[in-house]
């Protein structure tokens, strides 16, 4: 079954370090998510994409983030300057539908730590 | 803004047996998705269950179902024959067609199977 991969799997970061977290989303899939879980809080939503141009984001993805898709495969998030409350689980989504009827696949995640 | 929520933190069942797992949300919008994924200790996002909103029928996948009630918009996922590997977080998340498509995500609710 197709699979998003994301790479590492675990990262830790000194505070005011940039870090790229990378994405490999399923090859027919056009729409592509990132969000965020904070250690036992809810997930949140950051940012979506499509067609080589951010088409939603939420409040938290502020000017330290940004995403890009450099080749057709990678789907990478940029983190310019880390917080330490950026510490968090980096999940990558992608869909093969923007009406959501298909639901999302979902990477394993990034674990980034930032002390 | 739409929202959702689980009211059980924790839930425990008995292995083999069948829990219910509980989901509301609130919103003004008619046409829209309903999901459960689980997430086990690997903190990987496993979609489990969705359900359009436009469809009566409830969505059953092999031992898990739902009962989706749009009037009073709640939308719970009982698990059937419950087994060790089930354990884990369960999230319910909601996604508008009409107006943006992240997905709003409830709390979670941990559970665990007792064998």
């Known amino acids: 079954e197709p699979e998003v991969t994301q790479t590492p799997s675990h990262q830790v970061t000194q505070m005011g370090q940039e870090v790229i977290l990378r994405c490999v989303p399923i090859s027919n899939h056009l729409y592509f998510y990132w969000y965020r879980q904070i250690l036992g809080q809810k997930v949140e939503f950051l940012v979506s994409f499509y067609n080589n141009e951010i088409s939603e984001k939420s409040e938290i993805f502020d000017d330290q983030f940004s995403v890009e898709r450099p080749d057709g495969s990678n789907f990478t998030l940029k983190i310019r300057s880390t917080k330490l409350e950026d510490s968090a689980m980096y999940f990558c989504?992608?869909?093969?539908?923007?009406?959501?009827?298909?639901?999302?696949?979902f990477g394993s995640g990034t674990r980034l730590t930032v002390v | 803004a739409q929202t959702v929520t689980q009211s059980q933190p924790e839930m425990s069942v008995q292995e083999a047996e069948t829990v219910t797992l509980s989901c509301t949300y609130d919103t003004s919008e008619s046409d829209y998705y309903l999901f459960w994924y689980k997430q086990p200790p690997s903190r990987q996002m496993i979609l489990v269950i969705r359900?359009?909103?436009?469809k009566q029928q409830n969505a059953t996948e092999n031992r898990f179902s739902v009962n989706f009630q749009k009037a009073a918009k709640s939308f719970s996922l009982k698990i059937s024959d419950s087994q060790l590997g089930d354990a884990a977080m369960y999230f319910c998340?909601?996604?508008?067609?009409?107006?943006?498509?992240?997905?709003?995500w409830g709390a979670g609710t941990k559970l665990i199977i007792k064998p």
């Open positions: 998340a909601y996604r508008s067609v009409e107006s943006n498509y992240q997905l709003i």
């Open positions: 989504a992608s869909s093969a539908q923007q009406s959501g009827g298909s639901g999302y696949t």
């Open positions: 359900q359009e909103a436009y």
